[in-house]
């Protein structure tokens, strides 16, 4: 079974400072990596994914994210956090082999502090 | 172009109702998604279509659950008789297609309060 752990219910950040919300994962086989943003009473958005080759991504919003494969982790980062960044964050898994479904984390949610 | 629709946007209904959902995916997607998002949880896969086939369907309670996509385009889900742990918001998402490389585009979801 695969599953994804998120370990910080929040994550308190001054404006303007680095971000980062951890994610760890368990699958078997090679692993998809998503991040999934929620802004209050909307719907998830896609902000980056990891399917292979390099370790570092980089999506919307000027957010990237780490694969690190030793570690079982994909943490989301952002150099300069924002107000507006301030929203739920979901991490996912698929895995590369068997069913298409996929597992989300039971989410983050970051508060960007002016 | 237009996203996912998805209605109603809020229901209460007493606990042994019935109740309905509506989505009506991205234009041309194929893949049809149906999520449950309990409160302080990340969303759960309840049944996935490609086109009008249900290609996985395993966490879904089929004792009182059930949805349909007939003609491969708008679909609904039904519960009933509902449950008060069904309160939730249950998500519609769409894809163009199965494999990883298709992202899923998520409807605004529908927030169910059972009583």
């Known amino acids: 079974a695969q599953s994804v752990a998120q370990p910080e219910d929040q994550v308190n950040v001054a404006e303007g400072n680095p971000l980062t919300v951890k994610c760890t994962y368990s699958v078997s086989g090679n692993p998809y990596l998503f991040w999934y943003v929620q802004y209050s009473n909307r719907g998830l958005q896609f902000l980056l994914k990891?399917?292979?080759?390099?370790?570092l991504v980089k999506g919307s919003y000027g957010f990237e994210a780490e694969f690190n494969k030793s570690q079982t982790s994909f943490h989301l980062k952002k150099p300069s956090a924002l107000v507006s960044d301030s929203a739920l964050y979901f991490c996912?898994?698929?895995?590369?082999?068997?069913?298409?479904?996929?597992?989300f984390g039971k989410g983050t949610k970051l508060s960007v502090i002016p | 172009e237009a996203g996912v629709a998805q209605s109603p946007r809020y229901k209460i209904i007493e606990k042994r109702q019935s109740v309905a959902f509506w989505c009506n995916p991205i234009s041309g997607h194929a893949t049809l998604y149906w999520y449950q998002q309990i409160l302080g949880q990340g969303p759960k896969l309840l049944i996935q279509f490609q086109n009008n086939g249900v290609v996985d369907d395993s966490q879904l309670p089929k004792d009182r659950f059930s949805a349909e996509r007939l003609k491969g385009v708008d679909s609904t889900l039904k519960i009933q008789p509902a449950k008060l742990e069904d309160s939730a918001v249950y998500l519609c998402?769409?894809?163009?297609?199965?494999?990883?490389?298709?992202?899923?585009?998520f409807g605004p979801g529908t927030r169910l309060t059972v009583t």
């Open positions: 996912a898994v698929r895995s590369g082999a068997g069913s298409y479904q996929l597992t």
């Open positions: 998402a769409s894809s163009s297609g199965q494999g990883v490389l298709y992202e899923q585009y």
């Open positions: 990891y399917i292979t080759g390099d370790n």
